[in-house]
């Protein structure tokens, strides 16, 4: 996987995308972003090996795609499960012992934050690929705090996740047209 891109067609003629970087040890960032013609050979270059998020125009074209609420709820469930792990963790320790301190997890957004971009047709697909990004980065330090308690660590293994369990729900990889 190379990524995510965030794709839109706010106007029949336009496709909008934003590119999304994301993997171990990197900090999800906003990597690039493109206005082109709708018929330009170049948006299936752009897409393909990455994980899609498409706005509800552009699904009309592009499909499905990976869906940026159901990341949220994931990192939500997963942080749920930690919790519950680390509640299980300190229960199983003698009362001396019960003083760990809890995770203290990053702020999750459940919904993207209006944004306006510099060419009035990117801003939808800003809105979305921030909100992607800024998910990701509290991912990032989700994983971050759970490798450095071992009890956590195993669920989910010793390695950084790149994305949090079961997201996305089914294979969203754009592949070359």
Do not use: Y
Not at 8 to 14: I, S, Y
Not at 23 to 51: F, H, K, N, Q, Y
Not at 52 to 58: G, I, L
Not at 151 to 168: I, K, N, S
């Amino acid at each position: 996987m190379r990524g995510i891109v965030v794709i839109d067609q706010p106007v029949e003629d336009r496709v909008v995308g934003w590119h999304v970087n994301v993997g171990e040890g990197l900090e999800s960032t906003m990597a690039g972003a493109w206005v082109l013609p709708s018929d330009d050979d170049r948006i299936a270059r752009l897409l393909v090996g990455r994980i899609m998020v498409p706005t509800e125009k552009a699904s009309v074209r592009f499909g499905r795609g990976a869906d940026a609420a159901a990341l949220a709820v994931a990192i939500v469930a997963e942080t749920s499960a930690l919790d519950a792990a680390f509640a299980a963790h300190v229960a199983s320790l003698p009362s001396s012992k019960r003083s760990l301190v809890s995770p203290r997890w990053p702020r999750i957004p459940t919904r993207p934050r209006p944004e306006t971009a510099g060419d009035p047709l990117a801003s939808d697909a800003l809105t979305l690929a921030r909100w992607v990004a800024e998910l990701l980065t509290a991912w990032d330090r989700i994983e971050k705090e759970r490798l450095t308690r071992p009890f956590l660590a195993v669920r989910g293994g010793e390695a950084t996740r790149a994305l949090p369990p079961g997201w996305p729900a089914v294979s969203c990889l754009a592949q070359a047209a």
